[in-house]
């Protein structure tokens, strides 16, 4: 029986999370949480796996706040140091947590040759959102 003030909770299960998300070349998503998987309405969750020696192209979430905590391996994030203008790197481990703000370009590289990088991701919005930039500066 459902009571429409208490909606159910929603399972998903590992073996159901869906690539169907938006992608970045040198990346995967899969998508957990979300409108389409379970109906969420402020709120989009998933993963991200970075193979090893690779890097995702240069992107931004739109008006989306991203925090990402970090399962395994050991990605850089890659963005311009609003200050100085110059390429600046956030060197994660498992375990540490990362807060990507609205419109910030980045870029998730992993350079261990061996380990693939897998962060957990969590969004403001209810779907991913992804633009890809030409650079980090968002300019050609």
Not at 24 to 40: D, E, L, P, Y
Not at 103 to 128: C, F, G, K, L
Request: charged share 20%; proline share 7%.
């Amino acid at each position: 029986m459902t009571d429409a003030f208490h909606p159910n909770l929603r399972h998903v299960p590992a073996d159901e999370i869906d690539s169907e998300t938006a992608q970045t070349s040198g990346m995967q998503r899969f998508a957990a949480i979300s409108n389409s998987k379970v109906g969420s309405e402020g709120l989009w969750m998933g993963q991200t796996h970075v193979a090893p020696a690779m890097r995702s192209g240069d992107h931004h979430h739109g008006e989306a706040e991203t925090a990402i905590y970090v399962l395994s391996g050991h990605p850089e994030f890659v963005f311009l140091d609003e200050h100085s203008g110059e390429e600046t790197r956030v060197h994660a481990s498992p375990g540490d947590y990362v807060f990507v703000p609205p419109y910030t370009p980045h870029r998730e590289e992993n350079n261990d040759p061996d380990v693939e990088a897998v962060v957990v991701i969590a969004r403001s919005t209810q779907e991913a959102i992804v633009v890809e930039v030409p650079s980090l500066s968002g300019r050609g």
